[in-house]
């Protein structure tokens, strides 16, 4: 069974500093998926990043990167420079591979605050 | 690119009322899936398709809940009768990937949701 756990219900950080939002999981798959998603006030789940299962190199894009450590299965979420326009809530999610029907599963999410 | 379009955003009705979603995927996304989001919670799987049909609808409560994606295109899920428990917001997503196989990277691109209460 896949399991993914995000044990920060809530953060806060300073704008234009730096934050990581945890997230570990669980899975039996040798190949799967982890996904950030943002997803603001208005409710629309916005794509973020994405590492693969065998990419050797952490995942970034633009001010998101994914601190992947695949042997502590910990997939870290680090928004450099926050703006307030971060604040929202924050889900790690994890796809399985072929035996676990590709399905997606999701954290219960960090809100996170962003402070002027 | 246009995104995955929902219809409607909010839906109110007293319980034991049926309701009705409306879903329209990416352009050539093959994959397609129905979420339900508790408040407080991640969104949880309900049903996913491949092509026209059912991949996945093991987490469905099938004995109030369906779902169709006619044509391979559009998808519909419904539920009858609603409980007070289905207030939730519903999601729909698409993504590329053919189900059963591993392609890498297989995002989900999401839709707006529609906030369902139930009375």
């Known amino acids: 069974a896949q399991k993914i756990t995000q044990t920060q219900p809530g953060m806060f950080v300073q704008e234009k500093e730096a934050v990581t939002l945890d997230c570990t999981y669980d899975?039996?798959?040798?190949?799967?998926?982890l996904f950030w998603y943002k997803q603001p006030s208005s409710g629309e789940m916005i794509f973020l990043i994405y590492?693969?299962?065998?990419?050797?190199q952490n995942a970034t894009e633009g001010r998101y990167s994914l601190n992947f450590q695949k042997a502590r299965k910990s997939a870290n979420l680090v928004i450099s420079a926050s703006q307030l326009g971060d604040s929202a809530m924050y889900f790690c999610?994890?796809?399985?591979?072929?035996?676990?029907?590709?399905?997606?599963?999701f954290g219960a999410g960090t809100r996170l605050t962003v402070k002027p | 690119e246009a995104g995955v379009a929902q219809s409607p955003r909010y839906k109110i009705i007293e319980k034991r009322q049926s309701v009705a979603f409306w879903c329209n995927p990416i352009?050539?996304?093959?994959?397609l899936y129905w979420y339900q989001q508790i408040l407080g919670q991640g969104p949880k799987l309900l049903i996913q398709?491949?092509?026209?049909?059912?991949?996945?609808d093991s987490q469905l409560p099938k004995d109030r809940f369906s779902a169709e994606r006619l044509k391979g295109v559009d998808s519909t899920l419904k539920i009858q009768p609603a409980k007070l428990e289905d207030s939730a917001v519903y999601l729909c997503?698409?993504?590329?990937?053919?189900?059963?196989?591993?392609?890498?990277?297989?995002?989900?691109?999401f839709g707006p949701g529609t906030r369902l209460t139930v009375l």
């Open positions: 997503a698409s993504s590329v990937q053919l189900a059963g196989s591993w392609m890498g990277t297989d995002t989900q691109y």
């Open positions: 899975t039996s798959d040798p190949s799967y998926g």
């Open positions: 590492q693969g299962s065998y990419d050797q």
């Open positions: 999610a994890m796809r399985g591979g072929v035996h676990n029907n590709n399905d997606m599963r």
């Open positions: 352009s050539g996304h093959a994959t």
């Open positions: 398709f491949q092509n026209n049909g059912v991949v996945d």
